[in-house]
């Protein structure tokens, strides 16, 4: 049976990605305390294809 807690799934999209008109996503899928932290996450992540650290958001 499965757990039943705070713990959601989000998705994470590359904000430079977007705006660059370079073809393709960069996504991640992580988990967050929805009690802890009830607004959007923003961490730092790597982007394959831009090759460099860039800043991630929470899309859904």
Same mark, same amino acid.
């Given at each position: ?11 994470? @999209?590359?904000? +430079?990605? !977007? ?14 305390? /929805?009690?802890?932290?009830? @607004?959007?996450? +923003?961490? !730092? ?14 899309? /859904?």
């Amino acid at each position: 049976m499965a757990k039943k807690g705070n713990r959601v799934q989000v998705i994470m @999209e590359c904000t +430079e990605h !977007k705006n660059s008109g370079l073809p393709g996503t960069s996504r991640y899928i992580t988990t967050k305390n /929805k009690k802890n932290t009830s @607004e959007r996450l +923003e961490l !730092k992540k790597f982007n394959a294809i831009m090759k460099k650290m860039t800043v991630h958001k929470e899309i /859904k």
